[in-house]
Structure formats: C-alpha cells, structure tokens
T-cell receptor, first 111, second 117 residues
Framework: SQQGEEDPQALSIQEGENATMNCSYK?????LQWYRQNSGRGLVHLIL?????REKHSGRLRVTLDTSKKSSSLLITASRAADTASYFC???????????FGKGTRLSVIA | SAVISQKPSRDICQRGTSLTIQCQVD?????MFWYRQQPGQSLTLIAT?????????ESGFVIDKFPISRPNLTFSTLTVSNMSPEDSSIYLC??????????????FGPGTRLLVL
C-alpha cells in the first residue's frame, strides 16, 4: 500500500516563482527520495535524504525532512517551464528494499 | 549511476495474449524491482526479483499472472499473462545503486507502455 501522500495533488505557477510540494509518510524510514516524471516517461532521480539529515540542496532543489512529523518538502526555486512534470516522493525502510511511492504532485509551470 | 534499459518501450496487445518485458542493467545488482503505474496513478510495486530465488510478490499480484525470471545479476524479465484492458499501464524496473557515494539511490528504467485492447 502507498505510504506517502503528496500535497498538493496539482500545482500551477508562473515561471520564476517557487514551487513547494509536501510529502507525508506513516512509518519509520531509512531514507526518502524524490523523483520527477515527464509525461508518463521514466522516473528521474532528483535527491535522496537520509533519516538523520534535515535538509539537502541540489541546484535549484531544496529538500527538507522532519522525521518527528514524518514529512518532507521539495522546494523548486525560480521555476522554469521545463520543470513541468509530476513529482513523487518515495520512502525506503531499509537499504536494498523497494520504495513505497506517494501519489505525486502534478506541477505546471506557465511561461 | 546504474544505466537501465527496457524492451519493448511500448506495445499494443490484444486481450488474452501475453507480453514479456525485458530489463537490462549495466552493472551487477542483487535486487531488481518491478513496478506498475496505471494511467494517472503513482507507482505500485509488483515484485522483488532476487537472483537465484523465486520472486517475492506484493499483495494483489500473483506469479501466474506476472511470472518473473532473474537468470543473472544484470537481467530480468516480467511477463504480463492473459492480458486484459485493466493491465494497460507503464511497467518499470528499478535497481538500487550501491556503488560509489550514492548508495541506496534507486534508478528506474525508461518504462514499457502497454496498451491492451
């Protein structure tokens, strides 16, 4: 069963604005990973954050993790039209085990 | 990072037939995972394929419907048997890359888009 719940389900913003997506999960985790998917294609790995980390950055991406609230957020700064995609969070309980995906957020960036 | 390829990339099949999807990885991996993504939905795990043993299936998925082979550490196949329109989905394989500094990152193949008529 799906563990993660993304919020919002859909988000529409203007180019240049920041986009924030949230993810909540139910059980203890080893790590949480964020992915992007363009138009039903393969998943592109964005960032992994471990349970003992609170924040990670990668380019225009900023991910936070609050294990006490069992939640994570993905911030995309200065969004571009090319950021239009679905974004999924996925949790892993232990290494080398399958991921449990949230329902995803559909982001539309309008030029 | 692991490079994963899948064949076919897409297919249109008639109900009642079967399709075998291949997944090839450019490095040896212990575990391979098969996921399904129904239209407009998120990913759901079908099974975990460990080389040298039977695949482990998630609730709602059975070996007779989705037989899996894992003949070596770089290759796996998933068969969708006796297909119905409800099997129309994207099927993705995934591996965990435990080499180098990016341990635990899971990478996905490009997916196989299946349409069953």
């Amino acid at each position: 069963s799906q563990q993660g719940e993304e919020d919002p389900q859909a988000l529409s913003i203007q180019e240049g604005e920041n986009a924030t997506m949230n993810c909540s999960y139910k059980t203890s985790i080893n790590n949480l990973q964020w992915y992007r998917q363009n138009s039903g294609r393969g998943l592109v790995h964005l960032i992994l954050i471990r349970s003992n980390e609170r924040e990670k950055h990668s380019g225009r991406l900023r991910v936070t993790l609050d294990t006490s609230k069992k939640s994570s957020s993905l911030l995309i700064t200065a969004s571009r039209a090319a950021d239009t995609a679905s974004y999924f969070c996925a949790t892993q309980t232990w290494g080398n085990t399958p991921l449990v995906f949230g329902k995803g957020t559909r982001l539309s960036v309008i030029a | 990072s692991a490079v994963i390829s899948q064949k076919p990339s897409r297919d249109i099949c008639q109900r009642g037939t079967s399709l075998t999807i291949q997944c090839q990885v450019d490095s040896q991996v212990t575990m391979m995972f098969w996921y399904r993504q129904q239209p407009g939905q998120s990913l759901t795990l079908i099974a975990t394929a460990n080389q040298g043993s039977e695949a482990t299936y998630e609730s709602g998925f059975v070996i007779d419907k989705f037989p899996i082979s894992r003949p070596n550490l770089t290759f796996s196949t998933l068969t969708v048997s006796n297909m119905s329109p409800e099997d129309s989905s994207i099927y993705l394989c995934s591996v965990e890359d435990r080499q180098g500094g990016r341990q635990e990152t899971q990478y996905f193949g490009p997916g196989t888009r299946l349409l069953v008529l």
